[in-house]
């Protein structure tokens, strides 16, 4: 079942590696031609984890980041899909072509007579360290 998946969001998963990188290789860019204090540098970058990983390397060394945070992240969505379509009690699945309907981060396709609905939402607290992104996966009956 995850090898349909991984094949079918294929082309998704790309684009998205793709605008990620072009992302931090505009922020590390606008960090170093930044001549503001700690505070604004860490804005420009995107927040202290990226201020931290752009700081200390060079764009070699960013672009392998980001391939593995976006690698990382593809890995956790397509488990989440498999382990909400078992909890659904569908084992196997055909293979199928993904229509989606936004980014990868927000969307819905249908698989084996269900629709699977990815919906990005933002979470945090007072004892969450940063306001962050959370992804929900739900698996309904019928396709729609």
């Known amino acids: 079942m995850l090898e349909q ?10 684009k998205m590696l793709e605008r ?6 505009e ?32 764009k070699a ?12 992240i593809i ?3 397509n ?15 055909p293979e199928f072509t993904l229509v989606h309907h936004s980014d990868g981060s927000e969307g819905f396709f249908n698989v084996a007579g269900h629709r699977v609905i990815i919906e990005t939402i933002l979470a945090g607290g007072y004892n969450i360290q940063c306001l962050h992104q959370r992804t929900l996966i739900k698996v309904t009956k019928g396709e729609y």
Not at 29 to 58: P, T
Not at 61 to 72: D, F, G, R, T, W
């Open 61 to 72: 060394m960013l672009a392998e980041y980001v391939a593995k945070n976006i690698s990382s």
């Open 20 to 25: 990620q990188t072009a992302w931090a290789m």
């Open 79 to 93: 488990a989440r899909i498999v382990n909400a379509l078992n909890n659904k009690g569908i084992t196997t699945i």
């Open 5 to 14: 998946i991984e094949k079918a969001f294929i082309e998704l998963d790309g």
């Open 27 to 58: 922020r590390y860019d606008a960090l170093r031609a930044n001549k503001g204090d700690y505070a604004e540098s860490v804005r420009i970058a995107g927040g202290k984890g990226w201020y931290n990983q752009m700081y200390g390397s060079n």
């Open 75 to 77: 890995a956790k969505r």
